[in-house]
C-alpha cells in the first residue's frame, strides 16, 4: 500500500486496539438503539488507556476481598461501603473505579504522587478539606447531566427541546456557582 509513516503508526495503533474499539462502538450504537437517541458528531471523547497503566484484578479477587460488595451482597461491609464518605455520585463513581482498576505503582508512579500529596494538603488543611466538602454536596452529577442532555440530540422531537434542557442545566451550574 502506499501509505505515509504517519498513518501507517495510526493504523497498528488501532489495529492493536480493534477490540476495544469495536466494544466501544458496540455499547454507543446500542445506547442510540434503545434510548432513540444519537450522539452528536464529535460530543464524546473516548481515551484508551493501556491496560498495563492499572492492576489487573480478577472477578473472583474482586468477590473474596469483598471489594465493592460483601459475602452478603451488600454494599455497606465492602472495602467501598467504608471508604465511601463522596458527597457526590460521581465521586463515588471515581472511588469505585480506583477501588477496582487501582494504578500500577510502576507505570503510574507520577499520578500516585500527586494524589499522595493532595491528600497531603487536605489532612494538613482541615478549613480547606471541609470548604471542598461543603461545595462539593450541592455539585451536580455532570456525567450524569452531560450524558443525557449535552450529547444526545433526539431522533424524534426537535432540536429546540435539546437546546432547552441544556440552557435548564447551565442555568442550574450558575445558581449552585
Known amino acids: 500500500t502506499l501509505a505515509t509513516p504517519e498513518s501507517q503508526a495510526v493504523e497498528l ?67 467501598l461501603g467504608v471508604l465511601n464518605l463522596c458527597k457526590t455520585t460521581m465521586g463515588t463513581r471515581l472511588l469505585r473505579t480506583q477501588i477496582l482498576q487501582p494504578l500500577s505503582s510502576v507505570t503510574q508512579l507520577t499520578t500516585i504522587q500527586q494524589r499522595l500529596d493532595f491528600v497531603e494538603l487536605l489532612i494538613g488543611s482541615e478549613d480547606a478539606f471541609f470548604q471542598i466538602q461543603e461545595c462539593l454536596g450541592g455539585f451536580p452529577d455532570l456525567e450524569y447531566v452531560t450524558a443525557t442532555t449535552l450529547v444526545q440530540i433526539p431522533r424524534t422531537g426537535s432540536q429546540a427541546s435539546s437546546v432547552e434542557r441544556c440552557q435548564v442545566c447551565v442555568c442550574r451550574l450558575e445558581n449552585k456557582g
Open 13 to 79: 495503533e488501532v489495529h492493536s486496539k480493534y477490540l476495544a474499539l469495536a466494544a466501544c462502538n458496540a455499547l454507543i450504537k446500542y445506547t442510540e438503539f434503545n434510548t432513540s437517541n444519537t450522539f452528536a458528531s464529535r460530543s464524546c471523547r473516548l481515551e484508551y488507556q493501556c491496560p498495563s497503566a492499572f492492576i489487573h484484578i480478577d472477578p473472583a479477587s474482586i468477590a473474596n476481598l469483598e471489594l465493592v460488595r460483601n459475602a452478603r451482597d451488600e454494599k455497606k461491609g465492602s472495602l
